[in-house]
């Protein structure tokens, strides 16, 4: 009897060890439920295709920030002061209107841009009521001089916005948008393998001009990938099957295609972004 005393004592004390070890396992489990929920809701920015934000823009320019004031006029709205390196896009200025939330600072929900003097980045704002204003999410890029990782990114950034910006006119005044270029997001496959030099643009440029009837009269290359890519770009999109597109009155659609090189997830594509 007393032998079943002690097994019974010992089988309790194994169930309680248990449950402990299960509890143990329960507090792992959730606090890596708590940490991937927490990445879910960390910060994410949807972008429009990189024309279209461009055309939108009043003012794109390369600044370093040399102050900040946070809540200058309104609540979660920062006013920057800032030395400007490259105008782009409008008119010169020494300041810009930040909107943005603090949100949640271990993840960064609201995709706050901590900004301090002597960061530099390109800012893409717009101009309301004689102010410049931005917010986190409208392309602002930092320059990460110092990286080699974004040193080429950098490059290809600043180079693409100094060709955009010699057709500035030509943007304003022509169509961007196109719902039969909405699913191309990988124009590679239709292009075929590109054979880009170090030298060559990451960025092409093409117009299209149609006709009333919604034919296509023409395709020219406004910037350039090589010879090779822009022959192979003209006539995917010379057979290309369109669908009516909102055209402006000079019936002339801009196209923009930007390279991304191929990285250990995926092979280089080509995209409007």
Known sequence: MAHKVVFIDI?????????????????????????????????????????????????????????????????????????????????????????????????????RLFLKPGDELIVFAQLVNGAIITTPCHRNNFIYKDDPKFLLENKNLIGTLNTLSLFNEQIEASSINCSSLENDTDVINKVGKLNLAESDAYFGLYNIKFTEDNSISYVGVISPFNKEIDKKIRIMLIKKEWEECALNENRELLVAYFYHPASTYRKEYLSTY
Do not use: P
């Open 11 to 111: 089988m309790m004390k194994m169930e309680s060890l248990s449950q402990k070890n299960y509890s143990k396992t329960l507090i792992v489990l959730l606090l890596i439920l708590t940490g991937l929920l927490s990445q879910a809701q960390s910060c994410v920015c949807y972008q429009n295709h990189f024309l279209n934000d461009y055309k939108e823009a009043d003012f794109i320019a390369q600044v370093t920030v040399t102050n900040v004031e946070s809540d200058f006029r309104l609540e979660n709205e920062d006013l920057i002061e800032f030395d400007t390196s490259i105008i782009f896009k409008g008119s010169e200025s020494k300041s810009f209107f930040i909107q943005q939330e603090v949100g949640n600072s271990s993840d960064n929900s609201k995709c």
